[in-house]
């Protein structure tokens, strides 16, 4: 709950409020002079958005446990697996998947 510490989508920019030493820091790959925020080295982002329906994981587990193409939709820029989300044969183990009642 600190004004300073932001998250965005990938290549967002953060806004003036950001305490701007965070950036780089643990799996932060941030490199403002070449306009990269809010990344892993990898290509993984922090923040994602949908414009659909979205069944996310069970609290605790990785996004890339639950959903096997998120890492190659990723690290290509989003170019490959662009349906990584949906409930396609091998692309998910729902077991690990929360689903409203």
Sequence with gaps: MER???IHLADRMPTDKMEMSLLG????ASDPGNGIYYKTA??????????EPFEWPIERIEIT???????EW????????QDWYKDEPGYRDNSKIWYAD
């Design 4 to 6: 300073g510490v932001e």
């Design 65 to 71: 446990e639950a959903f096997h193409h998120f890492v």
């Design 42 to 51: 990898t290509g993984l982002p922090w923040g994602i958005m949908f414009m």
């Design 25 to 28: 820091t643990g799996q932060d």
């Design 74 to 81: 990723a690290e290509s820029g989003g170019q490959l697996y």
